[in-house]
């Protein structure tokens, strides 16, 4: 065994191994709300030009290694979320999704048909994941042109085209336990150690009130020379909690991990080169026990925020689950939240079911003007008229930088509409366009046609340099610890805001009409054909009163009611019969009288 051990330490020592980090931040949100901000990344020493000839893992998951290889992915970016994140309120989350499923794949610049990997990209994560992705098929996919930009390195066998990207979103499908539990099954320690084992799916799913599950890969520099390429899988979970709830008070927002999750701390994983928990306590006002293990400030400019830091594998010594609480001196306020300086919002308009609009508000609350890609995906059953796009600022008409127009066509693509624009300061801006309903053949409804049909969210994408409502992480590194005490030269201040989705509801078709056509006509046919069929089956003949045959309704009714009315009428005729006899009785004795008397007359004559 020690020479096995030796050896390991002697190849890990020559050769790059897999590299795994857990994280945890924990911030209070100006609302009175909790965000839980879980971070797994997995670091494999590997080329992903050379996916397809991956023989050994260690760390990294096999299915999704050989998932890369069959269908050459160079960038792959996966969210499940279910709710929607409060931008005004909540500030900017770590990493953004939109409601719903949403799916951003770049493919190796080797492939010929993306859309044929695109399709099989999307039924094995379907299968992988337990979710209903493989509906996003080359007919729901698009291609952005400026909103997303590559986050890996580039450079040789590397694409940088937008043909070779796909983008496609599901905004019915939420997450939910079924995707909870594939996903952690993903991680080196599952959920058996680490900070993992606080993903309990019935306490995530039923106190939460905001949930996104996001999968991502990209390649990475192995080294800062850039000499060699490696593959970051990163696997986050946002959830956001309102502490009053458990509290059961307004005003008091005090919070616990056992509270939260049901569960403690416990060991870090043991496949984890580092474990740390980070808590924002740059707003003040609360105390956390126990203590931090240390303090970092981190950040330039307005964006200068500190972080309480715990070392999960020196947090419990002796292996025991501990709790991690904090306690606010004064009870929370519920006033003005300062709003962040970029906000959207997007709604339907119109009325009846033939034409409709979409309006989409934008708000820049910065000091300087902001450059803005707004993208937007609509189905091909709402029929967009490019002629009525209207984009003023403050009621003044604004001309876009550039339009980015693609119309849809019936079942086979979607409305694609991208806008670059640069928003004035202290500016709120209105885009808004027509379409018109269509009518869809019967089998393209779902079960539930009378709820409506899903349009997904729009993406905003900008460019803020001076964030504070926002944690931002390095492009070289994602992990949470490099951005908070790594120093990094850069970091991404490139943010993607995704608005609400719309339900739009469709000209429909009475579908209980077939169902009543089908009962009418039956029941006519029923009625018809018994007559008939007596009429033309059966023989007339002439029977005498009481001798007809009877059928089953009177047949009970003389084993039933026919003979209770015999047995009263027995009763009554025996009643009746002892009077008759008792007259008789007392007849007969005076007749023999008056016979006997007259006999004795005769008698006393023949004597004389």
Not at 205 to 210: D, E, G, T, V
Not at 304 to 322: A, E, H, L, M, Q
Not at 464 to 491: C, F, H, M, Q, R
Not at 528 to 557: R, Y
Request: proline residues 7%.
């Amino acid at each position: 065994m020690l020479r096995i051990f030796l050896l390991l330490v002697l190849v890990c020592g020559n050769i790059s191994c897999d590299k795994f980090t857990e994280e945890l931040l924990l911030t209070p949100l100006q609302s009175g709300h909790l965000n839980t901000h879980f971070k797994f990344t997995t670091l494999y020493p590997a080329d992903i030009r050379e996916s397809s000839q991956w023989t050994h893992y260690d760390l990294f998951p096999r299915p999704l290694g050989e998932l890369l290889g069959v269908y050459q992915v160079q960038e792959l970016s996966l969210s499940l979320t279910q709710g929607q994140w409060r931008y005004g309120s909540w500030g900017y989350p770590v990493e953004s999704s939109p409601p719903g499923a949403m799916i951003l794949a770049r493919f190796l610049p080797s492939v010929e048909d993306v859309d044929r990997n695109w399709e099989g990209l999307t039924n094995a994560l379907a299968g992988l994941l337990c979710a209903s992705l493989n509906k996003l098929d080359r007919t729901q996919g698009v291609q952005p042109v400026h909103s997303f930009h590559p986050a890996g390195i580039i450079g040789n066998n590397f694409t940088t085209s937008t043909s070779h990207m796909r983008y496609g979103l599901l905004p019915k499908e939420n997450v939910c336990t079924e995707n909870l539990t594939p996903w952690k099954k993903l991680l080196p320690c599952k959920a058996k150690r680490g900070l993992s084992i606080l993903l309990n799916s019935g306490v995530v799913q039923k106190h939460s009130s905001y949930q996104a599950l996001i999968l991502k890969i990209r390649p990475v520099c192995q080294s800062p020379a850039c000499d060699s390429v490696s593959t970051e899988l990163t696997q986050s979970i946002s959830l956001v909690f309102d502490p009053a709830v458990y509290n059961g008070q307004a005003d008091k927002t005090d919070w616990n991990l056992k509270h939260l999750f049901g569960i403690g701390v416990g060991t870090a994983c043991p496949m984890a080169d580092t474990s740390h928990i980070f808590v924002d306590i740059s707003s003040g006002g609360f105390q956390l026990h126990p203590v931090p293990d240390r303090e970092v400030m981190t950040g330039a400019g307005r964006n200068v925020k500190t972080y309480g830091v715990y070392d999960v594998k020196t947090f419990s010594p002796d292996g025991r689950i501990k709790n991690l609480s904090a306690r606010h001196s004064k009870p929370h306020i519920y006033g003005i939240v300062h709003s962040p300086a970029l906000t959207a919002t997007r709604y339907l308009t119109g009325a009846g079911q033939e034409h409709g609009g979409i309006r989409a508000t934008i708000k820049n609350m910065a000091r300087e003007p902001i450059t803005v890609v707004y993208l937007d995906v609509v189905p091909w059953f709402l029929r967009l008229y490019l002629h009525t796009l209207k984009i003023t600022v403050d009621n003044e008409p604004l001309q876009p930088i550039h339009t980015h127009y693609i119309p849809g066509v019936d079942r086979s693509r979607p409305y694609h509409l991208e806008l670059v624009m640069k928003l004035p300061a202290r500016s709120t801006t209105v885009i808004s366009i027509q379409f018109e309903h269509s009518m869809l053949r019967w089998v393209e409804y779902p079960p539930d046609a009378n709820h409506g049909f899903y349009v997904g969210s729009a993406t905003i994408t900008a460019r803020i340099k001076d964030n504070p409502n926002a944690t931002l992480l390095a492009p070289e590194d994602s992990t949470l610890s490099y951005a908070i005490w790594g120093n990094p030269p850069t970091v991404d201040t490139v943010i993607h805001i995704f608005t609400e989705i719309l339900l739009v509801s469709l000209p429909t078709p009475d579908f209980s009409m077939p169902y009543n056509v089908i009962c009418l006509a039956c029941t006519v046919a029923a009625l018809a054909f018994g007559p008939i069929h007596n009429i033309t089956t059966k023989s007339l003949v002439l029977v005498q009163a009481g001798q007809e045959e009877k059928g089953i309704l009177g047949k009970i009714f003389d084993k039933t009611v026919g003979k209770v009315l015999e047995k009263i009428k027995a009763l009554k005729g025996k009643k009746a019969v002892p009077k008759e006899d008792t007259q008789d009785v007392d007849n007969v004795p005076t007749d023999q009288n008056e016979d006997s008397d007259d006999v004795q007359e005769e008698d006393i004559e023949d004597e004389d």
